[in-house]
């Protein structure tokens, strides 16, 4: 177990937009051109393109990797890669010891069998023994909550009954490593939770892990580590948060449609740390500078508080409501002071300057990830910091 570990090395994956020869008169020339041509398959000709750029990383056991990136930034390329799916065009990338993968779990099912016959089935595509799958049976049966149609062909079951069971097979196996790709919001909301409290508990059992996904949320929670993906290439890398925050900066950044050059937003960092506890107080210090005296209609910080799990934006205010005058030019620094009164999970405050005429942000500066951990007290979307006390007499 202790050798079992992933590497990516310098890895580089090519494609082809090639053209499609739907008759032999197209063929046929297209097949002399290449053989008379051939190509080096480092170099890109015209039509290619890279997916993947000179990706390197390591995970060890221990270790939970989370790659993140908008649509197209090369994380389903990078897990084929992993899953020798694909063949890297440049480098070296291997996954040494027996790999779980929880990707596209109810993929095996076959219509006409059982869910207990799929479950026999799905296990040994995925490479569990016979012995571990009539071991884990009733496991497996009881996590999925289908205990009642187990005996049913599969093509009577509804969508979440098969991810259910599909995700119950894969979360079940022993792998030395495991590769987990937009998993985390299968079935229901009750079984949502149960599935990543599985994932949770796989990640952290000491085996390397990767997980790409778009949760946010849920790559803050879960992860040691994490890289940004941005058309092949790596945006950033470092700690989730900071990952986190650089993928919402940099998604906001595509946002601005001006830039008056006036405000320079260089820092944001929480005061105290970025994890606080549901009700509680934090607080964030913004530094930066104006280069010349500011417009009237702008202002110079203007903050969003944004859940990572919905993506809506909970909360927004700034310098011109919060009474701080930041007229002068030159260098500045202020502080906002906040109560977390929201559910536990992982949100953004994020900074930018703004046009209160055309409300459009002008420039963005960083962005900031809090991690809100559970009180305990309540349940619900907002803190209301109940207080109960029992009357005497």
């Known amino acids: 177990m202790k050798e079992s570990r992933i590497v990516f090395n310098h890895v580089w994956k090519k494609f082809h937009r090639g ?65 020798r799916i694909l063949a890297p065009t440049r480098g070296a990338c291997q996954a040494r010891g027996r790999v779980g993968t929880l990707i596209e779990v109810a993929a095996g099912f ?23 799958i009539r071991r884990k049976f009733d496991e ?7 205990a009642d149609a187990i005996g049913t062909p599969v093509k009577h079951y509804s969508s979440g009954m098969n ?15 495991l590769i987990i790709d937009e998993v985390l ?32 949320d849920r790559i803050a929670e879960l992860c040691t580590d994490a890289i940004l993906l941005n058309r092949g290439e790596v945006a ?35 005061i105290g740390g970025g994890v606080v506890q549901s009700g509680g107080h934090f607080a964030v210090r913004i530094d930066g500078r104006l280069s010349e005296s500011l417009p009237s209609d702008v202002e110079p910080i ?26 002068v030019p030159g260098p500045f620094a202020v502080t906002a002071e906040f109560q977390a009164n929201v559910p536990a999970g992982s949100y953004v405050l994020e900074v930018s300057a703004h046009d209160v005429a055309s409300h459009r942000d002008i420039a963005t500066g960083p962005s900031t990830l809090l991690r809100v951990t559970d009180a305990g007290t309540f349940v619900g979307t907002v803190q209301l910091n109940a207080r109960m006390a029992r009357i005497e007499g």
């Open 236 to 270: 950033a890398r470092g700690t989730p948060d900071d990952v986190v925050a650089a993928y919402v900066s940099n998604h906001d950044a595509a946002k601005v449609v001006s830039s008056t050059g006036v405000v320079h937003l260089d820092r944001a960092t929480l």
């Open 185 to 216: 919001a299968v079935g229901d909301l009750s079984f949502q939770e149960r599935a990543f409290g599985r994932i949770r508990d796989l990640a952290r059992s000491g085996i390397p892990v990767v997980i790409v996904s778009h949760q946010l």
């Open 163 to 177: 991810a259910r069971l599909g995700f119950s097979i894969a979360a079940h196996m022993e792998p030395d490593v």
């Open 110 to 132: 076959h219509g006409d069998l059982t869910g207990g016959e799929n479950v026999f089935l799905q296990g040994a595509i995925m490479g569990m023994r016979l012995e571990d």
């Open 19 to 83: 053209q499609l020869h739907d008759s032999l008169r197209d063929l046929i020339p297209a097949m002399v051109r290449n053989l008379a041509a051939p190509r080096n398959p480092a170099e890109l000709h015209e039509g290619d393109f890279w997916a993947v750029r000179d990706l390197s990383f390591e995970v060890m056991p221990g270790e939970t990797l989370g790659i993140i990136g908008p649509n197209g930034s090369g994380k389903s390329t990078t897990l084929k890669l992993l899953t």
């Open 302 to 327: 203007h903050l969003r508080f944004r859940s990572l799990q919905s993506g809506n934006v909970l909360f927004t205010s700034g310098t011109r409501r919060l009474g701080v005058d930041l007229s």
């Open 140 to 146: 497996i049966v009881e996590f999925a909550g289908i």
